[in-house]
């Protein structure tokens, strides 16, 4: 079996190395290739999870100015607030936001001088906000006439896509420029199967009618697809269920199935009609997929006020220091939701 790789290889395009114990993030060499706008680009649209630091108060001296930027991912680390105890301590926190995986907004102050032990002495207040992962994962068995005008629809989408075929001349030369897409070439496709994550929104449209009988079976024995569209005519359909009764598939899982594929309001037998029918159903079950996430985080919560963010940055003492409102750097979270 041949595995597949990442059609744009992320990590090799910054040059960081590999290094198990991730100190690597906290070299000279290792995270300032890119600028934290090119890092955060790019990690959105491979659906990785990311963390963007933002210095947003100083007082005193600092290595960095307020309004400086540097992005974290799961082991690298891009552009900088300055080096040092600080920048360590804050990749270091973005880790720990990491392992959460949901998106997140956090406030910290640190003193420069007493508590991180940084000759320049001043003070510096840290805006993370914490980008997670995306939860939506497509996989597309095939890589014909309808896939290769899929892929390009679907490569938009924020989510990662695997694409499977058995036939390395079936990909498009061009197809590294998806961020988010990892062409999977396998003599066994339904094999792959197994792999794939739960709640995988499944397209199948390969070349040959038992492949795809083969990759739908081992989908639905699985029981954990969110989604399972099937490229076949009535004919096949109809031949396709007698199948999996006689594999004693449960019925409810074959009625979950979308066969004939693709929105019946879209019409047309070209390539790209039929992608763009396709497309348009995956949306439509991947936003319902969004919208069950979305109903268990609590939406009565309404962030914090702007006076409140204010207060946490800094207060002036009498002497017309800044004092920190969390002592001892304990931090403030900022709920999802709108900043009044």
């Known amino acids: 079996m041949i595995r ?13 190395g ?36 933002t210095i947003i108060g100083v007082s005193g001296s600092t290595p960095r100015d307020s309004g400086t930027k540097m992005v974290v991912s799961q082991n690298q680390s891009f552009d900088t607030i300055g080096g040092g105890h600080l920048e360590y301590k804050a990749i270091k926190k973005a880790q720990q936001l990491l392992q959460q995986n949901k ?5 910290e102050h640190f003193q420069l001088g007493s508590q991180l032990g940084q ?9 993370f906000e914490c980008f997670a992962a995306s939860k939506i994962h497509i996989a597309v068995f095939g890589a014909g006439h309808v896939a290769q005008a899929l892929i390009p629809m679907l490569a938009g989408l924020p989510c990662h896509i695997t694409w499977v075929d058995n036939r390395e001349s079936q990909f498009p030369v061009n197809c590294e420029q998806y961020a988010n ?3 999977l070439l396998s003599d066994d496709p339904a094999s792959e199967v197994a792999s794939m994550p739960s709640n995988t929104l499944n397209v199948v449209m390969t070349h040959n009618h038992q492949l795809d009988f083969e990759i739908s079976l081992a989908i639905l024995k699985r029981e954990d697809f969110h989604y399972l569209g099937l490229i ?27 066969c004939p594929i693709g929105l019946e309001q879209v019409v047309g037998k070209m390539p790209m009609e039929v992608a763009i029918s396709v497309a348009g ?13 979305d109903n268990k985080t609590n939406k009565k919560s309404k962030g914090v006020a702007w006076q409140e963010i204010k ?28 900043v009044k």
């Open 4 to 16: 597949g790789n990442n059609i744009t290889d992320f990590d090799d395009d910054f040059d960081s």
């Open 119 to 127: 000759c320049c002495g001043g003070n510096a207040s840290l805006l």
């Open 281 to 293: 159903e995956i949306i439509e079950s991947y936003q319902s997929l969004l919208s069950v996430s």
């Open 103 to 107: 998106d997140c907004q956090l406030i």
């Open 232 to 258: 076949a005519s009535d004919t096949k359909w109809r031949r396709f269920q007698q199948r999996y009764k006689h594999r004693d598939v449960k019925q409810s899982l074959v009625e979950r199935m979308n």
């Open 18 to 53: 590999s290094n198990s114990n991730n100190t690597h993030l906290f070299t000279e060499s290792s995270g300032h290739k890119l600028k934290w706008d090119q890092a955060s680009f790019n990690l959105n649209r491979q659906g990785k999870a990311f963390v963007l630091i």
């Open 181 to 183: 897409v990892t062409k």
């Open 311 to 338: 207060q946490l940055l800094s207060m002036q003492d009498a002497t017309g220091e800044q004092q920190s409102v969390v002592e001892n750097t304990q931090s403030k979270e900022l709920e999802n939701g709108d």
